[in-house]
């Protein structure tokens, strides 16, 4: 089974407009931390948030927050008020104890902030 | 603080050749990883370096290895250069090896294989 599911290939969003980017992710280690990065075209991969797997709320990182649902082991992004800077791929991640600490991507999803 | 350096940042090399790509971490990182990202496969893993031993080896031969020095700089090579080998080679460190521990990553080396 994939360890990160990122079920939308490409999205669209307005300019100032909030977008959801969805990820979901398969692990039964109780330990493990939960990650997003955004890469432009230039294909540098930049960290945005971080969400570990004891953390009671929900983490926040300017206009990037992260919808983190245990139960539903789901862990969506939402970046508020889109930029046109924020056109980019969206990568989310994990890492988890049992695995050695090994980092999972999914498959990114594509945004594209429209004017 | 200086982010994670990679040279070179573009390569091209032919079939058969050998490529050396070079990493160098955020000051006091001790852990540094490898991927490769394709268009088609996405990004796969390809090894984990702390502190000069292999933790983690991701689902690649035996033509990709890696190395990692005492002042943490990291070297990956690929022997033997197939078509399918043109990627965008990416490097990361973080502090430590923990589950906690957030990657942050190199600008990437483009290989290209002729």
């Known amino acids: 089974a994939q360890k990160i599911t990122q079920t939308q290939p490409g999205m669209f969003v307005q300019e100032k407009e909030a977008v959801t980017l969805d990820c979901t992710y398969d692990t039964s280690d109780p330990s493990y931390g939960l990650f997003w990065y955004k890469q432009p075209s230039s294909g540098e991969m930049i960290f945005l948030i971080y969400?570990?797997?004891?953390?009671?709320q929900n983490a926040t990182e300017g206009r990037y927050s992260l919808n983190f649902q245990k139960a539903r082991k789901s862990a969506n992004l939402v970046i508020s008020a889109s930029q046109l800077g924020d056109s980019a791929m969206y990568f989310c991640?994990?890492?988890?104890?049992?695995?050695?600490?090994?980092?999972?991507f999914g498959t990114g999803t594509s945004l594209t902030v429209i004017p | 603080k200086a982010g994670v350096t990679q040279t070179p940042r573009y390569l091209i090399k032919t079939r058969g050749q050998q490529v050396t790509l070079s990493c160098s971490p955020i000051s006091g990182h001790r852990s540094v990883s490898w991927y490769q990202q394709t268009p088609g496969q996405g990004l796969q893993f390809l090894f984990e370096?702390?502190?000069?031993?292999?933790?983690n080896k991701g689902n690649f031969p035996g033509r990709f290895s890696g190395r990692q020095f005492s002042n943490s700089r990291s070297e990956m090579n690929v022997s033997t250069l197939e078509l399918g080998d043109s990627a965008l080679y990416l490097c990361?460190?973080?502090?430590?090896?923990?589950?906690?521990?957030?990657?942050?990553f190199g600008p990437g080396t483009r290989l290209t294989v002729l």
């Open positions: 370096y702390f502190s000069e031993t292999q933790r």
């Open positions: 990361a460190s973080s502090l430590t090896s923990g589950a906690i521990d957030t990657q942050y």
């Open positions: 969400q570990g797997s004891y953390d009671q």
């Open positions: 991640a994990m890492r988890e104890w049992s695995t050695g600490n090994q980092f999972y």
